[in-house]
């Protein structure tokens, strides 16, 4: 399978700008990375997602590095808001698609 | 647009009975998958209906299995429950399920088995 592996834990200040790293060196070349955000008590938010090229969007922008094995999530100016625990996600096909998830970082913002 | 629509929000049960829960996607999708959550594996795919057919499958034991209406309503079973079958089950709705959709995903269904 897939897999992805992300911090366990991050913290930022707030204001301040946030890099959360994913790794998923057996990616292959058509799986799209996604990443998605869980606030407590509430089921998993749309953040970003791409396939080979940088993304930005009005939550946040995904660096993808060239050989795709890796990629990092910025969110520009972290703020209370923010604090969630980040997915970073790939479809795997292994006989049928499935998504596999990684464990997710879980980010804390300081005021 | 309402959002994606799972009920019931808290459940209780106890070992060996069977469950079903319900999930409305939003208006024209027609892809819903289902999750397992748990504080010990995470976040885990069950499976996913496109058009009323189970197009993907997670690797879980055939006591757990779903269906799709024609209205792109989505149920799942749990059939015998274990102890261990406790978790937050999500389901999320995409147009056509392809790599490059958003997800949409309801509230959950708190699933406690005693």
């Known amino acids: 399978d897939a897999k992805t592996t992300q911090p366990n834990s991050m913290e930022s200040n707030e204001e301040e700008p946030v890099h959360l790293p994913c790794n998923h060196s057996?990616?292959?070349?058509?799986?799209?990375i996604h990443w998605y955000r869980q606030l407590p008590s509430q089921g998993p938010e749309y953040v970003i997602h791409g396939l080979t090229s940088n993304v930005n969007n009005r939550m946040a922008s995904l660096a993808i590095a060239e050989d795709r094995k890796s990629s990092t999530l910025i969110l520009h100016r972290a703020t209370l808001r923010d604090a969630a625990v980040y997915y970073c996600?790939?479809?795997?096909?292994?006989?049928?698609?499935?998504?596999?998830f990684g464990t997710g970082t879980r980010l804390k913002v300081l005021a | 647009k309402a959002g994606v629509t799972q009920t019931p929000r808290y459940l209780i049960k106890t070992r060996g009975q069977q469950v079903t829960l319900s999930c409305s996607p939003i208006?024209?999708?027609?892809?819903v998958s289902w999750y397992q959550q748990t504080p010990g594996q995470g976040l885990q795919f069950l499976f996913e209906?496109?058009?009323?057919?189970?197009?993907n499958k997670g690797n879980f034991p055939g006591r757990f299995s779903g269906r799709q209406f024609s209205n792109s309503r989505s149920e799942m079973n749990v059939s015998t429950l274990e102890l261990g079958d406790s978790a937050l089950y999500l389901c999320?709705?995409?147009?056509?399920?392809?790599?490059?959709?958003?997800?949409?995903f309801g509230s959950g269904t708190q699933l406690s088995v005693l």
């Open positions: 999320a709705s995409s147009t056509a399920g392809t790599d490059n959709e958003k997800l949409f």
């Open positions: 209906y496109f058009s009323e057919t189970q197009r």
């Open positions: 208006s024209g999708h027609r892809s």
């Open positions: 996600i790939l479809r795997d096909y292994a006989g049928t698609y499935k998504y596999i």
């Open positions: 057996t990616i292959s070349g058509t799986d799209y």
